[in-house]
């Protein structure tokens, strides 16, 4: 912690998935700081009333952990088509996060989920919601501060979950939806359709109302994402799938 906050414009390395990419297109830093032997960030905790995941803790870990299955069978279906096998023992959920690409896999997973982050540095600790981490694409508010651990309350839900992309492994996501619905109404988020990780908040807003309908979806869609066109996809296909997406959640959650 001392040392990220003498050098700020150090880079925090543990799996190296990210971080391998960004120094093709960044040349320039300041140099690394390996944490990848920080074993005390490696963990995942049954509490009374949370999930807590250590920062570190690799995809893979995540994937094969029984109280992950029983408990958050929503981000468990996330981590089974994260990347490869080989990419998810070395990815770690914290890295994931802090990359703050709007394609990563889990952070509209952990957002449904309702899920904080606990924060370090020579000041202490605080735990904020991981949406307010987010402030732009590949930008979050992280000062001097490294993420220690994630918090995911158990609460009861149903879900879905679906990415679509070039192949069902190995690929960054065109576009993905995840959903929960609680007893106090719907979260949803998605990946590939914002700047950055956010929750859908006019949609959700439409689907706790109980009036709801394909034009009341659409009109809420088209408040709550703003897709880029890219040469992966353009922004009508991934406007056109998320609503796909989100009739087919619908059907599900309303069986």
Request: hydrophobic share 40%.
């Given at each position: 912690?001392?040392?990220?906050?003498?050098?700020?414009d150090l880079?925090?390395?543990?799996?190296n998935?990210?971080?391998?990419?960004r120094?093709k297109?960044?040349?320039?830093?300041g140099?690394?700081?390996d944490i990848?032997?920080?074993d005390e960030?490696?963990y995942?905790?049954r509490e009374?009333?949370?999930?807590?995941i250590?920062?570190?803790?690799?995809?893979?870990?995540?994937l094969?952990?029984?109280?992950?299955?029983?408990?958050?069978?929503?981000?468990?279906a996330?981590?089974?088509?994260?990347a490869?096998?080989?990419i998810?023992?070395?990815?770690t959920?914290?890295?994931?996060i802090?990359n703050?690409s709007?394609?990563?896999?889990?952070?509209?997973?952990?957002?449904?989920?309702?899920a904080?982050?606990?924060?370090?540095?020579?000041?202490?600790?605080?735990?904020?919601?991981l949406?307010?981490?987010?402030?732009?694409?590949?930008?979050?508010?992280?000062?001097?501060?490294m993420?220690?651990?994630?918090?995911?309350?158990?609460?009861?839900?149903?879900?879905?979950?679906?990415?679509t992309?070039?192949?069902?492994?190995?690929?960054?996501?065109?576009?993905s939806?995840?959903?929960?619905?609680?007893?106090?109404?719907?979260a949803v988020?998605?990946?590939s359709l914002n700047p950055?990780?956010?929750?859908?908040?006019h949609?959700e807003?439409v689907?706790?109302?109980?009036?709801?309908?394909?034009e009341k979806?659409?009109?809420?869609?088209?408040?709550?994402?703003?897709?880029?066109?890219?040469?992966?996809s353009?922004?009508?296909?991934?406007?056109r799938v998320?609503?796909?997406?989100?009739?087919?959640?619908m059907?599900k959650?309303?069986a």
């Open positions: 912690m001392q040392l990220l906050s003498e050098h700020p880079l925090l390395m543990c799996g998935t990210d971080v391998a990419v120094l297109k960044q040349k320039e830093i140099g690394i700081i990848s032997h920080l960030f490696c995942i905790k009374p009333e949370t999930i807590r250590g920062a570190l803790t690799t995809i893979s870990d995540i094969d952990d029984e109280k992950v299955q029983r408990y958050l069978p929503l981000l468990a996330a981590c089974g088509v994260f490869s096998r080989q998810r023992n070395l990815a959920l914290g890295g994931n802090a703050a709007p394609a990563a896999d889990l952070s509209a997973v952990l957002l449904v989920l309702h904080t982050v606990t924060l370090g540095s020579v000041e202490g600790e605080k735990c904020v919601a949406e307010d981490l987010f402030c732009g694409y590949k930008c979050t508010k992280l000062d001097h501060e993420i220690l651990s994630i918090n995911i309350p158990l609460q009861e839900h149903k879900w879905y979950y679906r990415k992309g070039a192949r069902e492994r190995l690929n960054i996501s065109k576009v939806l995840a959903v929960a619905k609680y007893s106090g109404g719907y988020s998605g990946t950055y990780a956010v929750r859908f908040r949609l807003e689907l706790n109302s109980g009036s709801v309908s394909d979806i659409e009109k809420a869609l088209a408040e709550d994402i703003s897709p880029s066109g890219s040469f992966r353009t922004r009508e296909y991934r406007m998320a609503f796909n997406m989100l009739k087919e959640a059907a959650l309303e």
